[in-house]
């Protein structure tokens, strides 16, 4: 009898493991899906500060799932028609001034995207979040006065990753991502993304404000503030190519 107790323990404590693991992963899941939709348009703008100098660039930006996206610059005039493509694992960068598309290879995905403290791999491979890495429930915690699950995600074994480890901080109500700590190979926390401004933007409540701050440089910060927005709209796949990408203005 006690043999028997004890294995109906074993296997709820097993079977509740693999349930918290499939909620962390879901929790991300809803999440990506809440901030892209199955297809979705944006316009916002840029802001890159540095203690002596402030840039800004406005940006349009489309994505159909979780393999598909395409970015574009359409100010300042130096900057306007550059662009950034994502198809499935392969992503590219369109430079109109020296008129050549760079292939972005996966020791590329960690630079920064446009001078910015947004990576490639931030911007132009957000789902990977979803796709590359195993996700683990750790806590519950409050952001911006938000209860919110604080979720560790991992990379998956040869997952084309930029980074050691993630912590997301996404809220319990809305399932936005309101927090986002960046970890390096040895356990280094490298950026923070803190998102705000939640208000209603394409039909749908959203933080409209993200702002990534680099921990070795406080003095710095880049922020993102959203215009405008649409999701789940029909757009092809056919749009996402290196054609359209040169083709894309204003």
């Known amino acids: 009898m006690k043999l028997k107790v004890l294995g109906i323990l074993i296997f709820l404590f097993l079977t509740g493991t693999a349930a918290l693991a499939e909620t962390a992963s879901e929790i991300v899941r ?3 899906l809440q901030m892209r939709g199955e297809s979705s348009y944006t316009e916002t703008t840029m802001q890159i500060i540095r203690p002596d100098w402030t ?3 406005s940006m349009k930006a489309w994505s159909k799932g979780t393999d598909y996206s395409l970015i574009l610059v359409t100010a300042p005039p130096r900057d306007k028609g550059s662009s950034s493509l994502k198809r499935g694992k392969e992503m590219w960068n369109w430079v109109p001034s020296i008129e050549r598309v760079i292939k972005i290879a996966p020791s590329m995905l960690g630079q920064s995207w446009m001078g ?3 990576t490639n791999d931030d911007l132009i491979n957000q789902s990977s979040i979803v796709v590359d890495y195993t996700h683990r429930l750790l806590r519950e915690e409050k952001f911006d ?3 919110c699950w604080v979720i560790e995600a991992t990379p998956k074994e040869n997952a084309p990753v930029v980074w050691g480890k993630l912590l997301l901080w996404i809220s319990q109500d809305q399932y936005h991502q309101r ?3 960046y970890y390096d190979e040895f356990d280094t926390l490298i950026n923070t993304l803190n998102t705000l401004d939640v208000k209603e933007i394409g039909g749908r409540m959203l933080p409209t404000r993200m702002e990534m701050q680099p921990a070795d440089t406080p003095e710095q910060k880049t922020v993102l503030t959203y215009q405008m927005a649409a999701f789940d709209f029909d757009l092809s796949t ?3 190519s290196q054609d359209n990408m040169k083709r894309l203005r204003e």
């Open 179 to 181: 927090k986002i700590a």
């Open 116 to 118: 910015s403290d947004f």
């Open 30 to 32: 809803k999440a990506d």
């Open 145 to 147: 006065n938000t209860d």
């Open 55 to 57: 840039r800004t660039m």
């Open 238 to 240: 056919s749009f996402f």
